[in-house]
C-alpha cells in the first residue's frame, strides 16, 4: 500500500475535531483568528500548511468563542 495512505487514530481524531471547530465558527470569528495568527511567522506558516484552528490552538492556546 502507498506511504501516506493511512493516519493514525489519534491523528485522525485531530483533523475530525479541527474541522468540527471550524464549522462551528462564524466567518468574523475565523478572520479574527487569522489576524491574530498572521502576526506571528510561525503561526501564519503553520496555519498555511495545518489551518487556522491547529495553528491559533497550538501558539496561543483555546479558542476563546
Not at 506511504?3 to 475530525?16: N, P
Not at 489576524?35 to 497550538?58: F, K, L, P, R, S
Request: charged share 20%; aromatic share 8%.
Amino acid at each position: 500500500c502507498p506511504a501516506g495512505l493511512f493516519v493514525e487514530k489519534d491523528e485522525a481524531s485531530a483533523v475530525v475535531r479541527q474541522k468540527r471547530a471550524a464549522a462551528q465558527l462564524s466567518l468574523a470569528q475565523l478572520e479574527s483568528l487569522k489576524e491574530v495568527c498572521e502576526a506571528n511567522m510561525a503561526c501564519e506558516h503553520m496555519m498555511d500548511t495545518n489551518g487556522i484552528i491547529a495553528a491559533y490552538t497550538a501558539y496561543y492556546g483555546p479558542i476563546p468563542y
